[in-house]
């Protein structure tokens, strides 16, 4: 059964991959100054998608995102964020897009995904909150059809045993019902054969006496 979830996961996890490399595209970028040295990433994509954020030592943001490509309008637009250095976009080699930030306090920033057909969603490290909702979902679905082949497989065990042990009680009783009726005729041929016996013994001792009789008579005339 394991071996059957870990499958079932796995299947799920690559056509998610899959569906997300095919039509999934950064489309935008707006950087939007919010206060001072304070920062929204808005990433304007067709779907939301896994994405990993680091700070390196020098300040610089970098943004990994997952089964995204960038489109080929790409547009970077800059929204009260006169204090940004530099936004560097570049494609990686696993289906993926890096974004490098260069900014004060750049690491503080907030990522949110705005997206055609849900409202914006902020995200954290990691994977995004959809992508959570989803595998969880996910989860549920695998564990529910897991739970559901099981107890099929059950039923299904259990009516073919109930099955052939009603064959096999009705193949019992068809053969005792036969064995009795075998039986009953061997007995009957037999009481047969024992009465044609007795009155074929009777018959011939009636006749040999009657023989004996007659012969009497005779000698004493």
Do not use: C, H
């Not at 595998?135 to 497989?153: D, E, L």
């Not at 054969?193 to 009789?213: C, D, E, F, P």
């Amino acid at each position: 059964m394991k071996k059957i979830l870990l499958s079932l996961i796995m299947i799920i996890s690559m056509l998610s991959s899959a569906a997300f490399a095919l039509d999934n595209s950064l489309n935008s970028i707006i950087v939007e100054g919010v206060s001072d040295n304070n920062y929204n990433v808005i990433l304007r994509t067709d779907k939301v998608t896994n994405v990993k954020r680091t700070v390196k030592d020098n300040g610089v943001l970098v943004l990994e995102l997952k089964n995204i490509a960038t489109s080929l309008n790409l547009d970077t637009k800059y929204v009260n964020a006169n204090n940004i250095d530099n936004v560097v976009v570049e494609n990686t080699a696993n289906n993926g897009v890096n974004i490098y930030i260069e900014a004060p306090n750049a690491g503080k920033a907030d990522i949110i995904f705005d997206t055609p057909a849900a409202p914006p969603v902020v995200v954290g490290d990691g994977i995004s909150r959809n992508q959570i909702a989803w595998i969880a979902a996910a989860f549920v679905v695998v564990f529910a059809m897991a739970g559901s082949f099981k107890k099929s497989a059950e039923k299904d065990a259990r009516l073919t045993y109930e099955n052939d042990l009603a064959e096999r009680e009705i193949k019992f009783y068809k053969e005792y019902k036969s064995d009795i009726l075998t039986s009953a005729r061997i007995d009957n041929k037999i009481k047969e054969n024992l009465a044609k016996a007795r009155i074929a013994s009777v018959v011939k001792n009636s006749q040999k006496a009657a023989t004996i009789r007659s012969l009497q008579k005779m000698s004493m005339r």
